[in-house]
């Protein structure tokens, strides 16, 4: 089974402080995502990796930077956290568009964060 | 550009009765279809997708959907809620050679006793 897993549930910080979410698949994916999701707003794609190294923004990039140097790991970084980014945090992967047998996304956890 | 609608934020459906959840897509390339679900404070986990293959497409739990390119639908149905299907529904559309995917809004089920 494909996994994708990501460090915390739960995490609380405070506003202003440098946060790291971190996810790691263990499938070999090319692609990995994170999301934002809240309530009435569905999933909101923050950033996407096609490759190591490689990033494109999503639809709200603002705020969040993102990194990754080993296939299998995608750290979401909140530069500068703030009281509106208090939100479900969904890390996911996938494999690479020419394989059709495999189009869906693996999703992990979730990681709710509530920056106070 | 793709989108994804989905009609009714919340369902409620009484406990045995027809699940019926709804999906309206815009896409101007044939799509890949996927139905999500997710309970309380989890992951989004696959209920099923469609890849141009068959347009009646069987997931798990007792789940299927149809893709009707006419109406740009592929509605979700069950025939008899369990309790246990009480949870959020997210429908998304992927654009074959592409790496993203959209996802609407979700719907709420809940399952009445």
């Known amino acids: 089974d494909v996994k994708v897993t990501q460090s915390s549930r739960y995490l609380v910080k405070r506003t202003g402080e440098k946060v790291f979410l971190e996810c790691v698949q263990d499938m070999d994916h090319e692609n990995m995502f994170w999301y934002r999701q809240d309530p009435g707003l569905g999933l909101r794609l923050i950033y996407f990796s096609y490759d190591v190294k490689m990033k494109e923004k999503g639809d709200i990039p603002e705020g969040y930077s993102v990194s990754r140097e080993k296939k299998e790991r995608f750290s979401l970084i909140l530069e500068s956290a703030s009281t509106n980014q208090t939100s479900m945090y969904l890390c996911?992967?996938?494999?690479?568009?020419?394989?059709?047998?495999?189009?869906?996304?693996?999703f992990g956890q979730g990681t709710r964060l509530t920056v106070v | 550009a793709q989108s994804v609608t989905q009609l009714g934020s919340h369902v409620s459906v009484s406990e045995g009765a027809l699940v019926l959840l709804r999906c309206n897509y815009s896409s101007s390339v044939p799509p890949y279809l996927f139905w999500y679900v997710q309970y309380p404070n989890q992951g989004l986990q696959l209920l099923l997708k469609?890849?141009?293959?068959?347009?009646l497409v069987k997931g798990i739990n007792g789940f299927e959907a149809e893709f009707k390119k006419s109406e740009t639908s592929f509605h979700l149905t069950k025939p008899s809620a369990h309790m246990s299907d009480a949870a959020e529904y997210f429908c998304?559309?992927?654009?074959?050679?592409?790496?993203?995917?959209?996802f609407g809004t979700g719907t709420r089920l809940k399952v009445l006793a």
């Open positions: 469609y890849t141009s293959a068959a347009t």
């Open positions: 996911a992967s996938s494999l690479g568009p020419g394989d059709r047998r495999n189009t869906e996304a693996f």
């Open positions: 998304a559309v992927g654009r074959p050679g592409t790496y993203k995917y959209i």
